[in-house]
């Protein structure tokens, strides 16, 4: 296959990248603030450095991908919906709510974990985020913020912005409002109730401290008092705020390549720019401005509680359909729509196609040729994947060798598909089973393995067994659907009853999907002699 080098958005990043000489490791950063679930948004990042990590690395380059934990941040609102260590979101009625409300102002590592599992509620938080990322096969680094602070590995940086705090102060004043004479880039942890503070009364850079009183601190337009103790902090105990964090952190970890949201791009990445530059003497990494996805049309957020975390997903795709749909366009909009994951399901499936010559499209078939490979654990030639909503058919019996009939039926297996390429694309029916009873969707419906209790009428009788005969001439299911409504009719039966008495043969119930169409999909020896009532 060619290499259409610059079909995939990665390969451009790596030219950037590449075009600065850097020098082996290639650091790539994303980072996070510990502020609600970890969910699937946090992955825009994982996974746009993971795709230029792995273009880097097949150039031969050693790279870094790391992660931080922005969790010397304050909490600074109470999340409504948290993620136990199993995955399971929880309200404020389900945990110590008490723990957070509490705890306004401190930072998330000195915050008890309100689920009572880890060690504080930013470690809880960074638990979830680490196995998020192992669970799609990506390894990242994660860093802790805290733990920068406290081995002293952020004291330097932070001493040189206080040794240069009126430039600092100038260069904030172009970007943000507030910013007075009295400033000071830094905030003390106060030694007493544990709160960061603002208000900073002094600085001694030869002792290395800061004097303080604890007045709180400014949160999203709100203030959070502080508890008015007066003390000293040294410059481990306390934090840069945000805009000087970040150009700090592409210091002190040597960060080559970090993507962020479009709200970063808007706010505090021109800052951060300048303030690497004038006042770090450092030069900022390559960027990459990535586009926020919704999720069912609205934005994510895990402080309302928009959210659908990792676990979640995996549920109802493969890793690979995961890591597809951060392989498009990062500059466009996408929305995640999970009642109709199908389509995105199918869209993989019909990429996958593309990059194996199965389908024909001159557009497509440059970036599949390039991306393909990042999304697979092993290009496979042989792989068979049903199509999702008739994986979601298969999902409706328990029955493993009726599952194989109907998608021998269907065309999907036969006598040359291999055993392992059976088992994987069989994997799909759990997850599309998992996806039609959580959407309750018209999947959502149990086929009866044994022939339910009936009591037709004769004419019902005689119209089902013209239906079998329909089925065993080899019709698909858009055909027997429209006589589905032809047969009961010639029978002098209501077609509503015909209808009926076909759900109770199948699903034992008076209602299910369009009935016709999904007797397209099944066996067709079994849908004949259910038919006929014979089993």
């Not at 709200?263 to 990494?285: C, M």
């Not at 194996?356 to 290009?379: Q, T």
């Not at 044994?450 to 004769?458: G, R, S, V």
């Not at 043969?505 to 849908?527: N, Q």
């Amino acid at each position: 296959m060619s290499d259409d080098h610059n079909a995939f958005w990665a390969d451009d990043i790596a030219d950037e990248i590449e075009a600065r000489k850097p020098e082996d490791p290639i650091v790539i950063k994303g980072g996070v603030s510990p502020s609600g679930v970890p969910h699937l948004g946090h992955f825009n990042e994982i996974m746009r450095g993971y795709f230029v990590a792995s273009v880097l690395r097949e150039r031969g380059h050693e790279v870094r991908q790391v992660f931080t934990s922005d969790d010397r941040d304050a909490l600074r609102s109470v999340p409504r919906t948290l993620a136990d260590a199993d995955w399971n979101l929880v309200g404020l009625g389900d945990i110590d709510a008490g723990a957070l409300g509490r705890n306004l102002g401190v930072p998330y590592t000195d915050i008890p974990d309100p689920v009572g599992e880890s060690d504080s509620y930013g470690d809880h938080f960074t638990d979830l985020l680490a196995r998020s990322a192992a669970a799609v096969d990506v390894e990242v680094e994660l860093v802790s913020n805290t733990d920068l602070y406290e081995s002293g590995e952020f004291e330097a940086v932070t001493r040189d912005v206080l040794e240069k705090r009126d430039l600092a102060r100038e260069v904030l004043a172009e970007y943000q409002d507030g910013v007075d004479e009295d400033y000071v880039p830094f905030m003390p942890q106060c030694s007493e109730c544990g709160r960061l503070t603002q208000d900073v009364r002094g600085v001694d850079l030869e002792a290395g401290t800061v004097d303080y009183v604890c007045s709180g601190l400014d949160a999203g337009g709100d203030h959070i008092d502080g508890c008015g103790h007066a003390g000293t902090a040294t410059l481990r105990e306390g934090k840069l705020p945000w805009r000087f964090e970040w150009p700090a952190q592409w210091t002190v970890l040597g960060v080559d390549f970090e993507p962020f949201g479009k709200d970063h791009a808007e706010g505090s990445w021109p800052s951060g720019e300048e303030i690497a530059r004038r006042v770090l003497g450092i030069e900022p990494p390559v960027p990459m401005t990535y586009e926020w996805f919704t999720l069912n049309g609205e934005p994510l957020s895990s402080s309302a509680g928009n959210v659908v975390t990792v676990d979640e997903v995996l549920a109802l795709l493969e890793p690979e359909v995961l890591r597809y749909f951060f392989v498009r366009n990062p500059k466009r909009a996408k929305d995640f729509d999970v009642a109709r994951i199908d389509l995105l399901v199918d869209e993989f499936d019909r990429f996958e196609r593309v990059y194996f010559g199965e389908e024909a499209d001159a557009d497509l078939e440059p970036l599949a040729e390039r991306a393909y490979p990042y999304l697979v654990d092993e290009v496979r030639e042989k792989r068979v994947r049903l199509p999702y909503t008739f994986a979601a058919v298969l999902g409706m019996t328990d029955d493993r060798d009726l599952r194989v009939r109907m998608a021998r039926n269907q065309g999907f297996f036969d006598d040359d598909t291999p055993a392992w390429a059976v088992e994987a694309a069989l994997a799909r029916v759990e997850r599309a089973r998992t996806w039609a009873e959580r959407m309750d969707n018209a999947y959502n419906y149990r086929l009866q393995a044994e022939l339910p209790e009936t009591d037709f009428d004769d004419s019902v009788v005689a119209a089902l067994s013209d239906l079998a005969d329909f089925v065993a001439e080899g019709h698909d299911g858009e055909e027997i659907q429209g006589q589905m409504y032809e047969i009961p009719r010639a029978h002098g039966v209501e077609v509503g009853d015909f209808f009926a008495a076909g759900y109770r043969l199948f699903f034992d119930d008076t209602e299910g999907p369009r009935l016709g169409e999904f007797l397209g999909e099944l066996d067709e020896s079994f849908v004949v002699k259910r038919l006929r009532r014979e089993g």
